[in-house]
């Protein structure tokens, strides 16, 4: 990170039929919000797939926002409700991989509440700027040298165990 | 087709449009062309002034030609406002049309942020997004189905008729319902319209029987839309039709039953009348009712009571078309597009606004009830009397009364100025009255209607500017002694005022009916925020809907007053046969399939789909998806462990291509 004040990057995954047109209702408003999010728009919540989540925190994003339907308005049914359960599950596993709960959020925001996706975005802003840079590439690297380190370690007490006792026992012969 | 799939010739050609100063201003559009420039595969990168327009459109297509490009972006606004129009182009063009993907960098963009560098990154980053993710674009086939000619019209006030009698006029079947007993809906209620005060009966009541007449309506009164399933052009809808206990057929409005009813004298409050008469359990809503067909309330008919009544409205229909047993029934329908006119309710002062005394104060009056008064068929045959008989000699009429106020609703009600102007007119007319107006703004926009306001002023009407502060029947001087006195700051004379008067008008303002919600689950249509039915585009589509096949007319869509109603009827209309005259509509083609090979058989996205598109194939033991039936959500696609069932222009890869592309500018 440079000397700049930190900037989250957040990634958005809004369905087609409310969330995103909320957005597009808060242009229209001419709302202003945090310029931090990056909107993907999928047709339904239900299309989210908790990869996208995972890949979006693996390539760098410091939060993931999803946004649909209310529940029992969406356009397809039930698609928000397996989201709601796919986004439950995830939670549990974020958690277990030190990933904060503050930078997954799952909103439900109809087409008419433009004034919701610049509430929604800009908190999401300030608490995930608040909870620092997620940084999981970096915390991959580190991991990954963590191991590196470790496998080197064994390989040299493995080195230096049976194999010392080898060569003090040729030398005796 | 033009344009191959292998990444190595893919040839892409950006456009970052200006939308005149829209995006321009707030974001470095020449730095983002010349960003997109150097992106890969990206062979011609422009900026345009505005790419919607033919000059735009036909850049795309020369550049096409000349640049041999396979796979086109635009940068501009949101594709659900211009996607079609840009890939109508790109076909034009002699692309398949869904190589080309946009990037919305207007309404999510230069529109909602205040940082031109913030805002010119978010734009590189969003394009190049979109130049990634147009690489992994496959040309695909849209879907047409046919369509189902007929249409249902949701609602029977002047909107519904309206809009009902233009479709059935070009020969097509009409499915009409109304809830109430009677189609007419407010407009029933009036005496005048403003500004000409032509008489609303006069112009209605023949579109009623022209309704019940025509060939190709077929009207439901006293029915309600219990479901709707499908999509545009194919839509099922299940109307539930209440039991009036008169069977329509056979009744022929005599209404020698009525005069039967065991009841000699009305004894309940009549809706139609706002509860100023009284009318018998066995009614008719008003005597120009369509269907002319009497009701039975089994709220308060004696038989449905006690079960004690003689039922001497039987023994009198010699047509035999009193039935105590008949039931509820769902008759069930298949329509091309419905057209939605169910209608506003009007503001209720009762608890809302107590300061004005309504339901407190005898002689505080609703304008819709001063409608019935001033109305010759109304309760009092249309003379203008208060409660005890007498005529009043002052009349105050309060506008604004629930509107423009964060209290209560926070918009202009539209129409209530100019029917106060009216009410102001017509009770000056038949009274002598003096009548004051008291008003916030005075507005009159549309065709005679500053005329009108300025008749009325010549008329002798007095104006006061100033919000009512509240009405009382507390006496300061002897002659407010017996009468309502009206509070107000007159803002134009700088000072309070009291002012007594025998009648107050309340001049209430629309708003969105109890159960407008309720009838958007329905619908699967969207609300804004105060609530009113949300059209697709303020000003592009301010009829459609954001579901294709279902349009809006009239004021479950906004406040409006009657010619713009019926404007919006017949621009519901038009849209509605238009649709139905195509023949067949084309479908995304969002649809997901199965790639057989990869399908494991483990039977998750079964149980997932809501339109249940997904079958198991035993013999192959493997999922299959029925095309015709696949709305394209996407929830199975996200539920395959083995990745095996892919979406149409929402694919995995080129979902991951965008995420990993708005993440790679670190």
């Known amino acids: ?140 690297g580190e991991w990954d040298k963590e191991v590196r380190e470790l496998d080197a370690r064994i390989q040299q007490e493995h080195d230096a165990g049976p194999c010392e006792a080898h060569a003090v026992k040729e030398s005796q012969a | 087709m033009n344009g191959g799939n292998g990444d190595g010739d893919l040839r892409i050609g950006v456009y970052v449009c200006h939308c005149g100063i829209n995006i321009a201003s707030m974001v470095d559009v020449e730095k983002v062309a010349e960003r997109a420039a150097a992106m890969p595969h990206v062979v011609v990168a422009r900026d345009y002034k505005y790419m919607c327009s033919d000059p735009g459109q036909q850049m795309i297509a020369q550049d096409v030609r000349n640049h041999r490009l396979n796979r086109i972006v635009v940068a501009a606004c949101s594709p659900l406002l211009h996607e079609k129009t840009f890939r109508g182009a790109v076909e034009r063009a ?106 609303a009966a006069c112009i209605l009541t023949p579109k009623m029987s022209q309704v019940k007449d025509h060939p190709n309506i077929t009207l439901w009164t006293y029915s309600e839309v219990a479901g709707v399933e499908g999509f545009v052009g194919n839509f099922k809808a299940k109307i539930r039709r209440k039991p009036r206990y008169i069977d329509e057929e056979t009744c022929v409005g005599c209404l020698e039953c009525i005069e039967a009813c065991i009841f000699k004298e009305g004894k309940f409050p009549d809706e139609y009348n706002e509860g100023l008469s009284k009318r018998k359990p066995m009614y008719i809503p008003f005597p120009q009712a369509v269907p002319q067909v009497t009701a039975i309330d089994p709220e308060t008919c004696l038989h449905f009571k006690t079960g004690k009544c003689k039922q001497p409205c039987v023994s009198v229909c010699d047509r035999k078309a009193i039935d105590f047993d008949q039931k509820e029934r769902i008759e069930e329908i298949e329509v091309g597009a419905i057209v939605i006119g169910t209608g506003f309710q009007t503001f209720n002062p009762t608890d809302r606004l107590p300061q004005y005394g309504y339901k407190i104060l005898d002689n505080v009056y609703t304008a819709l009830e001063v409608e019935r008064l001033v109305n010759s068929s109304g309760p009092t045959g249309g003379e203008v009397v208060l409660r005890d008989g007498s005529r009043p000699r002052a009349v105050g009429i309060l506008h604004c009364i629930g509107s423009r106020d964060t209290k209560t609703n926070i918009w202009c009600s539209r129409v209530c100025c100019m029917y106060s102007l009216k009410l102001a007119h017509l009770v000056h007319e038949r009274t002598k009255a003096e009548v004051y107006n008291f008003y916030i703004d005075m507005r009159a926009p549309g065709k005679g209607y500053e005329e009108f306001y300025n008749r009325l002023l010549e008329e002798g009407v007095h104006f006061i500017r100033g919000k009512v502060g ?30 007594p008067v025998d009648m107050v008008v309340l001049s209430t303002g629309l708003e969105p009916r109890a159960d407008a919600d309720d009838v958007r689950r329905t619908f699967n249509i969207s609300c804004s925020t105060e609530g009113f039915f949300l059209e697709r585009h303020p000003k592009l589509a301010p009829v459609e809907t954001a579901s294709d096949g279902i349009y809006l007319a009239g004021c479950c869509q906004a406040p409006k007053d009657i010619p713009d109603t019926v404007a919006q009827a017949g621009a519901a209309a038009a849209e509605a046969l238009a649709l139905i005259d195509r023949g067949e509509v084309e479908l995304e083609p969002n649809t997901a399939y199965i790639d057989a090979d990869e399908c494991s058989g483990c039977k998750s996205c079964l149980s997932l789909c809501p339109y249940n598109a997904i079958s198991f194939i035993e013999e192959k033991k493997k999922a299959e998806i029925n095309e015709a039936l696949c709305k394209g959500c996407g929830t199975c696609v996200a539920a395959c462990p083995s990745g095996s069932i892919i979406q149409n222009l929402f694919e995995d890869d080129e979902i991951f291509s965008e995420i990993a592309e708005v993440l790679s500018d670190v």
């Open chain 2, 470 to 499: 509240g009405v009382t029947d507390w006496a300061m001087v002897p002659e407010e002694e017996g009468r309502l006195v009206i509070r107000v700051e007159d803002t134009l004379g700088g000072f309070v005022r009291r002012v």
């Open chain 1, 1 to 140: 990170m440079s000397d700049r004040e930190f900037e989250p990057r957040i990634v958005a995954f809004f369905c087609s039929w409310c969330t995103y047109t909320a957005a597009d209702l808060a242009g229209v408003s001419r709302m202003k919000y945090a310029s931090n999010i990056r909107i993907i728009r999928l047709m339904c919540s239900g299309r989210v797939d908790p990869q996208f989540i995972m890949d979006a925190f693996a390539r760098g994003a410091d939060g993931v926002l999803i946004g649909g339907c209310h529940p029992g308005d969406c356009h397809y049914i039930s698609g928000n409700y397996k989201c709601l359960r796919r986004f439950h599950l995830l939670k549990r596993m974020l958690s277990d991989l030190g990933i904060e709960e503050n930078r997954l959020r799952l909103e439900w925001i109809s087409a008419a509440e433009g004034d919701k996706v610049k509430r929604v975005v800009n908190e999401m802003v300030q608490q995930v700027r608040a909870l620092g840079p997620l940084d999981l590439p970096g915390r991959f």
């Open chain 2, 94 to 199: 002699g692309l398949n049309p869904f190589f080309f993907h946009m990037a919305n960098i207007r309404e999510h963009d230069a529109w909602v942020h205040e940082n031109r560098d913030e805002a010119t990154t978010k734009a590189i980053d969003l394009i190049r997004a979109a130049v990634r993710r147009v690489g992994h674009h496959k040309a695909l086939e849209r879907r047409t189905v046919s369509i189902n000619p007929n249409v249902l019209v949701v609602g029977g006030g002047i909107a519904g008729i309206h809009a009902a009698l233009k479709i059935a006029d070009a020969g097509r079947r009409v499915y009409l319902v109304e809830r109430e007993l009677s189609i007419g809906g407010h407009m029933a209620k009036f005496d005048k319209t403003f500004p000409t005060l032509d008489c």
